[in-house]
């Protein structure tokens, strides 16, 4: 529907670039009036009531990855379904059976170190599941996954990765690459400080 006549005439007389312009600012709205505030407001509290949801399910997996024995590096993981419930946990340890004292925690000797037998957090989180499939899934893990990891994070099928922590080495940069290609996001959540207090 054309806009009234007395309207053409004012438009119309505008340089061609000012013309859309000038309907772009009919059309704005104005965040001012209580209405539009009201919509801001809603989804400023519920993007906030995001942000505390996974920092929950980020400290659920900070408090699982105080169960790993790796001296050096102790990592999470915590998988929710689609309601938001807990279906699976994990922790970087050696396998069922693999004794710590007998394997070496250490990582010095190439022949002979903790990366040869861990299993990663991620995957044990993805053995341990209580339900059928990870389809759909949210993974919330400490730190940023490895390429291996990634492998078996999307073969399962899960919808999104929160993370804390990430490192600059090549499993995890080749692994954001397959992430992206997979167009499987991830996402990097800041913890205020005091989040990690559990209080016992
Ligand atoms: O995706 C991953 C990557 C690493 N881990 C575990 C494996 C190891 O136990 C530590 C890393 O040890 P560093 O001494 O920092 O190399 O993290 C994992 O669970 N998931
Ligand atoms: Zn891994």
Known sequence: MSPPTNEISEISDLPQHLQLENRLEKLYINPNS???QQLIDEDARKAENQ???????LRMAKVTSLRS????????CVIVDKENCIVSVGYNGFPIGVDDDVFRWDKEDP????HLYVVHAEMNAIINKRCATLHDCTVY??????????QMLI???VKKVYFLEDRDELPFRASKKMLEHAKLPYEQIVMPR???VIEC
Do not use: I, M
């Open 34 to 36: 209580s209405t539009n």
């Open 51 to 57: 942000l505390e949801k996974h920092q929950r399910f």
């Open 69 to 76: 024995k790796d001296p050096n590096t102790q990592v999470g």
């Open 111 to 114: 022949e002979d170190n903790k």
């Open 141 to 150: 893990v400490t730190l940023f996954p490895c390429n291996k990891c990634a």
């Open 155 to 157: 073969q399962s099928r």
């Open 194 to 196: 005091g989040k990690y």
